[in-house]
């Protein structure tokens, strides 16, 4: 047996894969590994290369090799491999970067604190909140409200704010504590004759009418993507932001924004939030951190919700609060450097000049018979694959045609994801080249072409 049957048979028989069929895996194992990376390319133990069209996990923004991160992560691991900070303990890095993040967020932010993944900031911003209304006598105010197909991470309390069914069957969730809204993909569910700002205002008024249903006074706040990924790349409809903000003026919702993939240059903007003028009361970033090059995530607040926090903590003696590796100093010191990388590149202007062409191409697909719709901003785009044209129809699931469209990309050179029902999510790192983009576009309809010739 060769040694890359080995290592294949090896993760069959041992490895447990998250976001997996464990059956097929188990029967099947991983078809081949990725072993090598180079830019945006991908090199898989089969001896295959191909375009990373989905940046790994939307977290790989500046590919896959770059010497000035490895260097900084290995400098930092030579002077000094892990410090706490619990227990009021610090270190040069974290005070850094927290003071770097907070200088660049894109309404006034105060506070961080960091954890390891976008679930953990996502997952403490659920206890902060509940800690601060404790704190303020309203221990009442405890109902979350996010969307169906929004995504906010696994840990118990993150997966139940998130709007996938999938991920809540068998584990005995949703918590009740966690109430949801419609998805805001236009295409798939806007009524006929109903326009973007119509079907906008009718999201609006669903939101409006679940806080009066379940009282104001009990809401702790509304948790939201700037654009949806987990759904499938879901960019909001005209108006819809306006609508929605004006919900939460009305009623005084807190308001928090996930930019763990929006954030760091994925829209063409430094947030997600500058992209569709948000204004959050708290944020979460991770991914593109560290260009996916370390595990790091953080929380960011203002001033007067940590002082909630503060009385707290006052109370008790200590904020209960902490993971070890928050705030790793190898993930610091690594965060840092991505963004010195990314201001010295002007990865914002970068991406803006080559989003107009990758945004032009996706559109183009919806001259094949498979696309429904491909709509996106930045250097991310989703695209719905759909039976009829016309009427939106959509395939039988049993089809899985969209799972069949990810399977032929990669057969042709192009990792992309499949998110059901048959949408297909393009995000590729934000160093992509437009040569780089036509072959990517190329390898998307010949795959395109491949399935329609199966099911048509």
Same mark, same amino acid.
């Given at each position: 047996?060769?040694?890359?049957?080995?290592?294949?048979?090896?993760?069959?028989?041992?490895?447990?894969?998250?976001?997996?069929?464990?059956?097929?895996?188990?029967?099947?194992?991983?078809?081949?590994?990725?072993?090598?990376?180079?830019?945006?390319?991908?090199?898989?133990?089969?001896?295959?290369?191909?375009?990373?069209?989905?940046?790994?996990?939307?977290?790989?923004?500046?590919?896959?090799?770059?010497?000035?991160?490895?260097?900084?992560?290995?400098?930092?691991?030579?002077?000094?491999?892990?410090?706490?900070?619990?227990?009021?303990?610090?270190?040069?890095?974290?005070?850094?970067?927290?003071?770097?993040?907070?200088?660049?967020?894109?309404?006034?932010?105060?506070?961080?604190?960091?954890?390891?993944?976008?679930?953990?900031?996502?997952?403490?911003?659920?206890?902060?909140?509940?800690?601060?209304?404790?704190?303020?006598?309203?221990?009442?105010?405890?109902?979350?409200?996010?969307?169906?197909?929004?995504?906010?991470?696994?840990?118990?309390?993150?997966?139940?704010?998130?709007?996938?069914?999938?991920?809540?069957?068998?584990?005995?969730?949703?918590?009740?504590?966690?109430?949801?809204?419609?998805?805001?993909?236009?295409?798939?569910?806007?009524?006929?004759?109903?326009?973007?700002?119509?079907?906008?205002?009718?999201?609006?008024?669903?939101?409006?009418?679940?806080?009066?249903?379940?009282?104001?006074?009990?809401?702790?706040?509304?948790?939201?993507?700037?654009?949806?990924?987990?759904?499938?790349?879901?960019?909001?409809?005209?108006?819809?932001?306006?609508?929605?903000?004006?919900?939460?003026?009305?009623?005084?919702?807190?308001?928090?924004?996930?930019?763990?993939?929006?954030?760091?240059?994925?829209?063409?903007?430094?947030?997600?939030?500058?992209?569709?003028?948000?204004?959050?009361?708290?944020?979460?970033?991770?991914?593109?951190?560290?260009?996916?090059?370390?595990?790091?995530?953080?929380?960011?607040?203002?001033? %007067?919700? #940590?002082?909630? @926090?503060?009385?707290?903590?006052? =109370?008790?003696? +200590?904020? /209960? !609060?902490?993971?070890?590796?928050?705030?790793?100093?190898?993930?610091?010191?690594?965060?840092?450097?991505?963004? %010195?990388? #990314?201001?010295? @590149?002007?990865?914002?202007?970068? =991406?803006?000049? +080559?989003? /107009? !062409?990758?945004?032009?191409?996706?559109?183009?697909?919806?001259?094949?018979?498979?696309?429904?719709?491909?709509?996106?901003?930045?250097?991310?785009?989703?695209?719905?694959?759909?039976?009829?044209?016309?009427?939106?129809?959509?395939?039988?699931?049993?089809?899985?045609?969209?799972?069949?469209?990810?399977?032929?990309?990669?057969?042709?050179?192009?990792?992309?994801?499949?998110?059901?029902?048959?949408?297909?999510?393009?995000?590729?790192?934000?160093?992509?080249?437009?040569?780089?983009?036509?072959?990517?576009?190329?390898?998307?309809?010949?795959?395109?072409?491949?399935?329609?010739?199966?099911?048509?």
């Amino acid at each position: 047996m060769s040694t890359v049957e080995s290592l294949l048979d090896l993760d069959r028989n041992h490895h447990v894969h998250g976001q997996t069929n464990l059956r097929q895996h188990q029967q099947n194992g991983p078809v081949a590994m990725v072993v090598e990376g180079h830019g945006v390319y991908i090199r898989t133990s089969d001896g295959r290369e191909l375009i990373d069209g989905f940046s790994g996990l939307g977290c790989a923004s500046l590919g896959y090799h770059n010497d000035r991160l490895a260097e900084a992560a290995k400098r930092q691991m030579d002077t000094l491999p892990f410090a706490p900070t619990f227990y009021g303990r610090s270190h040069p890095k974290v005070a850094q970067l927290a003071a770097r993040l907070v200088g660049m967020t894109p309404v006034s932010m105060d506070r961080v604190m960091f954890q390891c993944s976008g679930s953990e900031a996502n997952d403490a911003m659920i206890k902060f909140l509940w800690y601060r209304n404790i704190g303020r006598g309203q221990p009442h105010r405890r109902k979350l409200i996010s969307r169906w197909r929004g995504y906010y991470g696994n840990t118990v309390a993150a997966v139940s704010l998130s709007g996938q069914p999938h991920m809540h069957q068998r584990f005995g969730l949703l918590m009740e504590e966690f109430l949801k809204l419609s998805t805001p993909n236009y295409y798939r569910f806007h009524q006929d004759g109903e326009s973007e700002r119509e079907f906008s205002a009718r999201m609006a008024q669903e939101f409006e009418n679940l806080v009066l249903e379940t009282g104001p006074d009990r809401i702790a706040a509304f948790v939201a993507e700037p654009m949806q990924s987990g759904g499938g790349a879901i960019l909001p409809p005209s108006g819809y932001w306006d609508e929605m903000q004006a919900v939460i003026r009305k009623y005084d919702i807190h308001f928090h924004v996930d930019e763990v993939v929006c954030g760091f240059g994925r829209t063409g903007h430094w947030w997600g939030a500058e992209a569709f003028n948000l204004q959050p009361d708290s944020i979460s970033c991770a991914k593109a951190l560290t260009a996916a090059f370390f595990p790091l995530s953080a929380l960011m607040f203002k001033e %007067d919700f #940590y002082q909630d @926090m503060m009385h707290n903590s006052d =109370v008790v003696g +200590v904020l /209960g !609060h902490g993971f070890t590796y928050s705030g790793h100093p190898v993930g610091a010191a690594v965060a840092l450097e991505a963004l %010195d990388i #990314y201001e010295e @590149m002007d990865l914002i202007g970068r =991406v803006r000049e +080559v989003s /107009g !062409h990758f945004l032009d191409g996706c559109h183009a697909l919806m001259d094949h018979p498979l696309v429904g719709d491909a709509r996106g901003i930045g250097l991310f785009c989703g695209i719905e694959l759909v039976k009829d044209k016309k009427t939106r129809e959509q395939f039988d699931p049993g089809l899985k045609v969209g799972q069949r469209v990810q399977d032929a990309a990669h057969a042709e050179g192009l990792y992309l994801r499949s998110i059901p029902p048959d949408r297909i999510s393009f995000m590729p790192p934000l160093v992509i080249r437009r040569s780089e983009i036509d072959i990517a576009l190329g390898r998307l309809k010949r795959a395109l072409d491949r399935v329609w010739k199966e099911v048509r």
